[in-house]
């Protein structure tokens, strides 16, 4: 890979011994990658606070290291966000209610929110979130440079903000504000391959995030062009981004006339051909429905919402869902930070809590490895923490049920699965 | 008599040689929850490969899916759990940075599909330098 002199006087250690580690691995990284250089970054950042912070342990910027620069006053070069915590990962808000050690121990939390000073002295902005996106109030615009990280984020910031990312966010990027250039930073490879006609209505959350599924199994690593999808919400749009980089790596897609750097189906591919072409129909969302429900047990244990962080009409849904009500079965309503204390304003925290489920942020029990409330058999909203968690906790068998929100809700409520798949 | 080799030709991901037994998955391979890098296996439930050890052999698979903690396999190299190759069709920033992390000679991007050619239990040599890998079936 090319570098600058610039560049290479970092790596020789002329700005100091963290910015020459930081310069070690990208450049590493570069090569790896086939890059013919690194690209600035004009957009935004972002990271997991923790230790994966960086990506490669032989040349990770430690705790320590961390608190050295930002003591020394030196800053993130580009707006840079928190994704959810990681290595330790913590519950941001309603901890104290949410039943599991160490995460409701106070020094736990204390210590865990205190470590991310020395980050936010750099200038890291703790939006502490998968779905940061939402609520960071600055976005990259069309053709910015970034590095970004999470399965829903990624699509987010090359399909609908036209930003250009791969995945690969870090401590590094932040801090010299460089990254490889190469696949989702260079025009030839942002371009359709594959074409994704959707011969049914899609008609709740639940089919976005199916129709996400199908289309990652479908077209793996390359990029499609979607028709037939309506307009989808925000929500349905965040579900489905997190599902084509689980049932797939989908890193970038067009909807042409809607996305913005496809105004039509031609223009998405460019003047080429597709390669391939793919129907979806309603038969396959029930294909990834029977793989994604894992459980026979009717009586539910758990109910976990937050795959993606809820935002606020989500969060505010569920509430009113369980107005008035009472749960038998442990829920917890996961959100980033910022939607938690809007939604406690709106009073839906206390609506939740009254009807004895949980309102939390920052985290999941994926992220956190496993922990949740005991229980065998789970049901939730999300392919994407569904297929994940069976594997976090193995082997150990967890029965997981899969269906709408509401379905989910009404599970919490009566301890039991009545939810079903329904024909439309 | 000696076998014949097969030749595939791809990009150096990370360089060294190594070689030893295929295990070649013609699913995509999952991370974050869906390994175990302690034990050195795949947790994702009803893959083909889910609990056989990738410790010592040439992982073949096509390509990821899901989460940047595909970079977990990575970190079977500190488990002592790890393959001591990678071969894979295509890949993405998460795979570059897994193999980064992994250190073992990777090639991808071949001239010939890896999970079509290669199978479980041929002999493969993988000359990370050269972008090159060689390939002898089993015996039948």
Known sequence: ?424 | MTQQKIVLRGRKVIGGVAEGEALVSKAPVMGWGNVDIRRGVITERGHPLQDVPLKGKVFVFPTPRGSGGWVYYGFTRFYGTNPVAMVYKKGTAITILAALVMNVPTVSDLDKDPVQVIETGDYVNVNGDEGIVEVVKKKE
């Not at chain 1, 996961?334 to 004895?356: L, Q, S």
């Open chain 1, 1 to 424: 890979m090319y570098i600058t002199s610039e560049e290479e006087k970092i790596l020789k250690g002329e700005r100091g011994y963290l910015a020459q580690k930081c310069m070690t691995f990208l450049t590493k990284y570069g090569d790896a990658a086939g890059a013919k250089r690194l690209i600035n970054i004009d957009g935004t950042v972002d990271l997991h606070p923790g230790k994966m912070s960086s990506w490669y342990p032989d040349t990770a910027i430690s705790y320590e290291e961390i608190v050295e620069l930002a003591s020394k006053g030196e800053k993130f070069q580009v707006p840079t966000f928190a994704n959810k915590p990681e290595s330790p990962a913590f519950i941001v808000d309603g901890w104290e209610d949410c039943g599991c050690w160490p995460q409701n121990d106070p020094e736990y939390h204390k210590e865990c929110m205190t470590r991310l000073i020395p980050l936010m002295q750099m200038g890291m902005f703790p939006t502490l979130s998968c779905d940061y996106y939402l609520v960071s109030s600055y976005v990259p615009t069309v053709c910015q440079h970034c590095a970004w990280g999470e399965s829903s984020a990624i699509p987010w910031a090359n399909a609908i903000l036209g930003a250009r990312t791969n995945y690969d966010g870090c401590f590094e990027a932040a801090y010299l504000h460089k990254i490889p250039e190469y696949d989702m930073h260079l025009d030839e490879n942002r371009v359709a391959t594959r074409l994704v006609e959707c011969r049914t209505k899609l008609l709740n959350d639940m089919h976005y995030d199916l129709f996400g599924w199908v289309v990652g199994e479908a077209v793996g690593v390359e990029v499609p062009a979607i028709t037939g999808i309506g307009k989808p919400t925000t929500t349905q749009l965040v579900k489905m981004n997190a599902e084509l980089n689980t049932g797939g790596q989908v890193r970038m897609y067009h909807i042409p006339g809607f996305t913005p750097e496809a105004h039509d189906v031609e223009d998405a591919f460019k003047g080429y051909r597709y390669q391939e072409k793919f129907s979806i129909d309603q038969s396959n969302l029930k294909a990834v429905y029977d793989k994604i429900n894992y459980a026979s047990d009717e009586d539910v244990d758990f109910v976990y919402l937050g795959c993606p962080h809820y935002n606020l009409t989500e969060v505010h849904k569920v509430a009113m869902l369980l107005k008035g009500k009472r749960c038998k079965a442990n829920l917890w309503v996961m959100t980033n930070p910022w939607t938690f204390k809007v939604a406690e304003m709106m009073g839906d925290k206390e609506v939740i809590k009254r009807a004895g489920g949980v309102l939390l942020s920052g985290s999941c029990p994926g992220m956190m490895k496993g922990v949740m409330p005991p229980a065998s058999v789970m049901a939730t909203d999300s392919a994407k923490q569904s297929y994940y968690i069976t594997g976090f906790v193995h082997p150990r068998k967890l029965q997981v049920w899969y269906g709408t929100t509401e379905e989910c809700v009404e599970a919490a409520v009566t301890g039991k699965w009545a939810g079903k798949w329904r024909r439309w």
